[in-house]
């Protein structure tokens, strides 16, 4: 009879022989890959983490959120079971180097895009101002406001800590590009309330060689020079300045885009009137802005423009100079 001693000499397993099996074993830890870990030890500034390989793998805390941790405690606890992205390749030690920031990181692209998709509104904290515009944060991502972008007489360094509504003008994963415009977002909202064809009071705050840019109720429409007035105009300074009130038509509304256009020439009772007698075009605004809509709805229907019995009687040249006439001057 074999004695208890005996066998348990014969089937002892020694640390060597434990370091041979797990050399034997193929774990397949690779970069990108995500994977399941327990932390055990909590570091100063990281944490290990048990994934199941040979050495404990390494969470540096830089690696632990998508946003700045001051102290790894801040987002794991030990004997915490969660998902970790193997960051590098085993070092010379043995050891892999996580990361959750990654997979924060790789979500946020994913959850941008679809909110881009969904041309969604959303709403962020201003954190800095630079000579080109503001920055702000979208699900942990740094986004840019480009200056032309954000709406506001403000100066750029007193939007620091406030909170804007933003539409998105560009995500690009692979150059690292989120841009966002605070002036879409506000132009869409107002453009809820407006309507082609309305006739609304706004102001001149700016005017360029191509024409004239007109604050509505805290939106900036486009008053182009060819829809000044129907007689030829050199130049938008010779008919405006800045800080002039004026009564403009919406002539289109592009949401996608952020713009608003806008005209007096379609508010002119005759040709010209804006250059010779604006208070004329203000006070007929409503009236021609009627008519203005009419021919909109003939024209979206189908139908041509009623002819009123008095424009029948007479078929002579005169009558039909007078009808093109408009037309011809436009």
């Keep these: 009879m074999i004695s208890q001693t005996t066998a348990s000499k014969d089937i ?13 074993y193929d774990y397949h830890f690779s970069p990108g890959d995500i994977v399941a870990g327990t932390v055990f030890s909590m570091e100063p500034r990281g944490a290990l983490i048990d994934i199941g390989a040979k050495t404990a793998a390494y969470i540096p805390i830089q690696e632990m959120s998508i946003n700045r941790v001051d102290d790894p405690n801040e987002v794991l606890q030990a004997d915490e079971t969660r998902e970790f992205f193997i960051l590098t390749d085993e070092n010379e030690d043995g050891q892999l180097t996580l990361s959750i920031r990654r997979i924060e ?3 946020a692209w994913e959850r941008v895009r679809q909110l881009q998709a969904e041309d969604a509104t959303v709403r962020s904290n201003v954190f800095a101002t630079n000579r080109g515009g503001a920055l702000v944060r979208i699900e942990g991502l740094r986004g ?24 998105f003008l560009e995500v690009d994963e692979d150059r ?26 706004g102001m001149v ?16 429409g486009l008053l182009h020079i060819s829809e ?16 002039d009130e004026l009564k403009v038509m919406i002539i289109d509304l592009d949401a996608e885009r952020g713009r608003i256009s806008l005209s007096t020439k379609q508010l002119e009772p005759e040709a010209g009137d ?30 041509e423009a009623p ?20 037309v011809a001057a436009g």
């Design 105 to 107: 990181y790789l979500r």
């Design 12 to 24: 002892g397993f020694t640390h060597e022989d434990f370091a041979a099996l797990l050399d034997q």
């Design 176 to 201: 690292n590009r989120l841009v966002l415009s605070h002036r879409r977002a506000l132009v869409e909202r107002k453009m809820n309330g407006l309507q082609v064809g309305e006739v609304v009071v």
């Design 144 to 167: 840019f406001i480009p200056g032309s972008h954000i709406s506001t007489r403000q100066a750029k360094e007193d939007l620091v800590g406030q909170d804007l509504p933003l539409k």
């Design 228 to 243: 000044i007035s129907h007689d030829h105009i050199d130049t938008p300074h010779s008919v405006f300045a800045v800080n």
């Design 274 to 303: 804006m250059l010779r007698n604006r208070e004329l075009v203000f006070e007929k605004a409503e009236e021609m802005a009627e008519k203005y809509r009419q021919k909109m709805l003939q024209e979206s229907l189908g139908e």
């Design 307 to 326: 002819v009123e019995d008095d424009e029948v009687v007479d078929s002579s040249s005169d009558v039909v100079e007078q009808e093109l006439e408009p």
């Design 205 to 220: 705050r700016g005017i360029k060689p191509y024409g004239a840019f007109i604050d509505i109720g805290g939106v900036s």
